[in-house]
């Protein structure tokens, strides 16, 4: 084996770091005087190293996979990230919860405010879409043994769907909101204008007798009003929408053409419920 004295070694060595610079220099120089010929020196090179990098990047994309243990572990750490970043933001919105929620109780307390009742109800699984006397109406199976659930007012996880119209031991007949024979008193917007949302047995219903001083407008939310005493107020229906001139329909909330799970809400019984209650608190206190 061929061996260098160690004047030579040094010698290298001291010339091994101006030469390398030198060297840096020249490339530079060539690389502004040539672009094309830099760019595919460059290429070359990335080809040549493209398998060494390749083998290189093997054992940490392996590591890295979903399934592995580390892979596992990255994903769970990214997840207690996303966990805690959103944590803090429910924090934040808890704080503003909780004062709006007794600045409300404070309000209600001055006004002396009357509650509307907690009406029970039941959850109730779609079995079968339409049939019967109605366009636009689902059969429910309801609990055995749960009471006549006729003007029960059905909801999915987002806004009214409709009410129910005919009621058995085991099953319940759903009318849909955009049923041609569903008529729903409603209250449009802040103002709380009235109008009726008629079914047209298409998606959207229409709305149609609305005071002229106080037409829809787009965009405005729709409520269900309490006139008529089917349907108790404040329930979210969907939001007004202009299909031409004059022509305005409501989009509902609920998904009406994919419905499986229905809860079953029965405000007249916890009406009755309450009357009864007031009623009886009356004549015990009474002379």
Known sequence: MFRLSVPARLVLARLTLPVMLLLALGLMIAGRANGRLTAALRLGLDDALTPAFRVMSRPMISLTRDDTALGAWVGMHRQILALRAENARLRRWQSVALALAAQ????????????????????ARVIADNGGLYARSVLVSVPSGA????????????????RVVQSGLRSARVLLINDLNSRVPVAMGAAGAHALMVGTNGAMPSLQYWSPNHPPHEGEIVLTSAAGGVFPPGLPVGVVHYQGRNNPVVLPFAGLHRLQLLRLFDYHAAGQSQAQTATDQFAGNGP
Not at 104 to 123: D, G, R
Not at 153 to 161: E, K, L, N, Y
């Open 104 to 123: 409300n109780q404070a309000l209600k307390s001055a006004l002396h405010f009357v509650p509307t009742p907690t009406p029970e109800f039941f959850t």
């Open 147 to 162: 009471p006549n659930l006729i003007d029960a007012i059905a909801m999915d996880g987002r806004g009214v769907v409709g």
